[in-house]
């Protein structure tokens, strides 16, 4: 009887379509890069293969959205973090109604659908500031949909407020907001949150937020930045993580990893490469194989990588972004528009197509 190499039953397993392990995990990072990437972009078409009425595999999606910072103060402090700033500090501010009303009108011009909306922590505005915010945009701007204020901000708030997380995401919701971004997971590793952000909340507290606003019907992304001081196997149990809520709860759309930047923070590691950027997605996407859509980053990795990284399980090439303020403080800044985005998937052979938050064609 001839025996069946390890790597051959590897590979059988993500043809397949079978769930991996970590140990798998492991072996699939040191595969040849491009022989990962096939395997990738073979479960990115198991994932999509019913999407879009069968033409999922065919199908690029992207979105024209803005972020906007409506505050850069914060008292998390994060030595990941180039962005924020303390009171005490003469470039700090708290953006006004009109300022935020004027960047969703340039939004609006550019056909936008999405805002997302983030700040610091705050120590000061309240609960009535937020409201009005949200109350506000949902009013001038019914066609935008807000994606807004990470699990970090959520925890942040219920604190301040002095109610529970999920009286605040109610709240939130009546007033307005559509869905949740993933951001703040970072590593969903206590000893790694501990010591590149120890004053943000913890990886249960970041898990229990996305939990609750999945019970009350809100979808939400689900992200991790790498390549700080984290190992691998922190990597694969930030993944394990989020795949078993998603088991729990189906509440997340996509998932979007992107690489520390390391350029103005206190946190100093070594750039991660772009065929380590891309060997972590192609893990992550075969890894989670109950999430449907997977982002490249072409944010912190620039187009080209952006557009490569369609070939290693990315199904979409996230946003045009009109507004991007946390990446480019520590010294990274691409900038796309709509025609560019839709160069570059064609170029990869792919039919590029404008999505809303919840991975549903516009047009």
């Not at 397949?16 to 970590?22: C, H, Q, T, V």
């Not at 999922?56 to 998390?76: A, H, P």
């Not at 935008?144 to 109610?170: C, D, L, Q, T």
């Not at 606003?213 to 989020?242: K, N, P, Q, W, Y």
Request: proline content about 3%; some cysteine; overall charge negative.
């Amino acid at each position: 009887m001839v025996e069946i190499r390890t790597e051959e039953r590897l590979v059988d397993k993500v043809l397949g379509g079978e769930r991996i392990s970590a140990d798998d995990a492991r072996a699939l990072h040191a595969l040849p890069l491009a022989e990962l990437g096939a395997l990738a972009d073979a479960r990115r078409r198991l994932a999509k293969a019913a999407a879009y009425g069968g033409r999922g595999n065919e199908i690029v999606t992207y979105i024209v959205d803005r972020n906007i910072n409506y505050t850069n103060v914060c008292n998390v402090y994060c030595k990941f973090c180039a962005f924020y700033r303390t009171e005490k500090d003469s470039d700090h501010y708290v953006l006004s109604p009109e300022e935020i009303d004027a960047k969703l009108d340039e939004l609006s011009a550019e056909g936008g659908v999405q805002v997302l909306l983030q700040g610091g922590h705050h120590p000061k505005l309240g609960i009535e500031f937020y409201l009005g915010m949200l109350a506000r945009i949902r009013e001038k701007f019914p066609h935008i949909n807000i994606h807004g204020f990470s699990p970090p901000e959520f925890n942040h708030f219920a604190g301040v407020f002095g109610m529970p997380v999920r009286e605040v995401i109610e709240k939130f919701v009546a007033a307005g907001l559509g869905s949740i971004p993933g951001g703040g997971g970072e590593i969903l590793v206590d000893r790694v949150r501990e010591q590149i952000a120890p004053l943000k909340c913890g990886s249960d507290a970041w898990l229990d937020v996305m939990r609750q606003a999945h019970g009350l019907g809100l979808r939400s992304s689900a992200t991790m930045m790498f390549g700080h001081v984290e190992s691998f196997d922190d990597r694969i149990e930030h993944l394990s993580r989020l795949r078993d809520l998603q088991d729990e709860t189906g509440g997340f759309t996509a998932f979007i990893c992107w690489t520390f930047q390391p350029e103005h923070t206190k946190l100093k590691a070594e750039t991660v490469t772009a065929a380590e950027y891309l060997r972590t997605q192609a893990v992550a996407r075969i890894f989670l194989d109950n999430f449907e859509n997977v982002q490249s980053s072409w944010v912190t990795q620039g187009p080209e990588i952006g557009q490569v990284a369609l070939q290693f399980g990315a199904n979409d090439f996230g946003s045009v972004m009109m507004e991007e303020n946390v990446v480019s403080s520590a010294g990274t800044s691409f900038r796309l528009r709509a025609a560019d985005i839709e160069h570059l998937i064609r170029e990869a052979g792919q039919e590029p197509r404008r999505r809303n938050t919840w991975y549903q064609l516009l047009n």
